[in-house]
């Protein structure tokens, strides 16, 4: 099991980091990935990162509900000068494996846009760019994503759609990206949730990829605390019931999943 998405760098896990990555590794999830959402945060993911090297990998990028915290092109020319120093630096260990998370959120209200596509479309050129794939938030947003995703269909781009919860209709439109995995966390336990219909319906098992968006969404038994890696196991649960399939079997599609889009992290390449 490979969580895929995990705040594990946020203040949530500051009293206990060492136990919840201890209780993670003794569930069997094998590596962690942390998304980027702010310039600030950056410096401490990529510390965590190095200090639990080979477990721990970091992404980078400017989350769309923060774009307005501080100049974005300030902060966008930062990011990319950290990306592109590290990507070129034999000797960095932590090399991010991902642009993310970016992408449209206009849950709250979409005053900002207009700003947040020009972010979005940014970082997904960084992804061009740099041959990196992209961890992808969208919520309340699908027709605007869309419209932005189709301006680069022609690149061929990789990456995860994360804590996919939408229709079969928005399932099928975001599949049509080939080199896309939906990211399936704790909302396919939830009871009213919808997903496990449209999960059995039309998302086949080698488009997802697991993740916990810890310290969110945590999952059924545990919904409402704080979530984090080792709760995996429950989302795993689930879905082997949903396909109706061994959970080994489960475990290993969706990791040859993740190596699919993430060809590039050091984990795979070791082995
Ligand atoms: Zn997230």
Redesign the pocket.
Known sequence: MIDT?S?IDGPEFADDLDETIQRAKDEGVKCIFI?G?CLKDTPHIFELCKKYEGYLYPMIGL?PENIMDEDYHYVLDEMEKMLKNMLADESCTTKPIAVG?VGIDLYWDDTHKTEQIEVFEKQIIWAEKYDLPLMI?SRNAHKELMEVMERHRASNLKGVF??FSGTAEEAKDLLSFPGFMLGIGGVCTFKKSTLPEVLKECIPMDRIVLET?SP?LAPVPNRGKRNESAFLTHIVDKLSQVYGIEKPVLMLQTEENVVKVFSKCSFFNKK
């Open positions: 998405h705040h998304p959402i989350h998370e938030h994360h804590c968006d969110y």
